[in-house]
């Protein structure tokens, strides 16, 4: 059976898992954590992702990400990439370190956010790494330890996590712990990490229960979420993959992108790869990063080839974009009808 595209949006939660390929270490030592924790410092900020929870066990690790204008493929492209590239230099060891696949699960944040960042955070006591609560409240290789004040981590979101605990930090740190220290005797959690159907209904138990009343919930291996968020998520993911076929059948690519941005800003369609910055050449920009991105769908890292700039420039762009064509109308399809 073919695998399904990932699903993806700005300012969706995502739960991200990669393991080593056939199961390999894919940390042997903290020189290795230290430098997956260091482009994770690097790369989250850039890319205006936030972090809720994570935890490095030898042979995978785990993310809780809320992306923003970067797709989560993107910024795990590059995470993978880059951290295996110096695995190997370090190890002097050459070939695949990740399995060709990771794992994104796109979440319901209101119905999950607490519960996988418990589950996310409890992975070093439930893998042994630490023996207790206690020791995994310093331990340094899980997010746990910065929602403790144990470790002070700036591209780690803990006031976003605190917050759902209380008002005040030290109740809503030790709300928080409380939370975490019921979550031990839960042990492993499959329905949030694999099994749709399963997730949303809580098990097995609650789909059969659910069958039993005459209730049938809409399901994917990709979300985790009750039925409704299924049904919207699949809904306007379908709508998004209808509307860029449509586009991409009628001729629609970056090269035309450019000519209409170049039109409607009275510049050369040529000057939008040159190195001016004039007002109109950036607005040109902003445009065809914008269109690309949300109405093509094309990844951050082909526009930027195209256009002869950053991945960087073009998040921005695509970010100043959404206001842009909203302010002044300047909508794809409206474009390519007036044409």
């Given amino acids: 059976m073919p695998r399904q595209a990932r699903i993806d949006a700005p300012g969706a939660l995502h739960h991200v898992i990669a393991r080593g390929i056939d199961r390999c270490k894919i940390f042997r030592d903290d020189a290795d954590r230290d430098d997956l924790l260091l482009r994770l410092g690097r790369l989250l900020p850039e890319t205006e992702t936030s972090c809720y929870a994570w935890a490095l066990i030898p042979n995978h690790f785990h993310l809780l990400l809320k992306t923003g204008n970067v797709p989560v493929a993107t910024i795990m492209r590059r995470l993978l990439t880059g951290y295996a590239a110096g695995f190997n230099r370090r190890h002097r060891r050459s070939g695949h370190l990740f399995q060709n696949r990771y794992k994104s699960i796109l979440c319901q944040e209101d119905a999950y956010l607490s519960e996988l960042v418990r589950y996310i955070h409890l992975n070093p006591l439930r893998a042994r790494i630490v023996r207790d609560l206690e020791t995994l409240d310093s331990y340094p290789y899980a997010g746990h330890c910065a929602l403790m004040g144990k470790q002070k981590i700036d591209w780690q979101s803990t006031d976003s996590v605190l917050t759902l605990f209380g008002s005040k930090l030290s109740h809503a740190r030790s709300n928080y712990h ?65 509307s860029q076929y449509a586009l991409k059948s009628k001729g629609i690519d970056l090269p035309r992108l450019q000519r209409l941005a170049a039109a409607l800003t009275d510049i050369s369609p040529e000057a939008l790869t040159g190195p001016s910055k004039s007002r109109n050449i950036v607005k ?11 109405d093509l769908g094309l990844t951050m890292t082909d526009i930027a080839r195209y256009l002869k700039i950053s991945v960087p420039t073009v998040s921005i762009a695509v970010k100043k974009g959404e206001t842009l064509v909203r302010e002044e109308g300047l909508l794809l399809q409206d474009i390519i009808n007036a044409n």
């Fill in 178 to 242: 409380n939370f975490v220290a019921e979550g031990v005797e839960q042990g492993r959690r499959p329905e949030l990490v694999g099994g749709g159907l399963i997730r949303s209904a809580g098990g097995w138990s609650g789909v059969q229960q659910l069958r039993k009343n005459g209730i049938y919930q809409k399901s994917d291996e990709r979300i985790l979420g009750d039925s409704t968020f299924v049904e919207s998520v699949l809904a306007e993911t379908e709508e998004k993959m209808a």
């Fill in 284 to 294: 040109a920009r902003i445009l065809v990063c914008y269109w690309a991105a949300r």
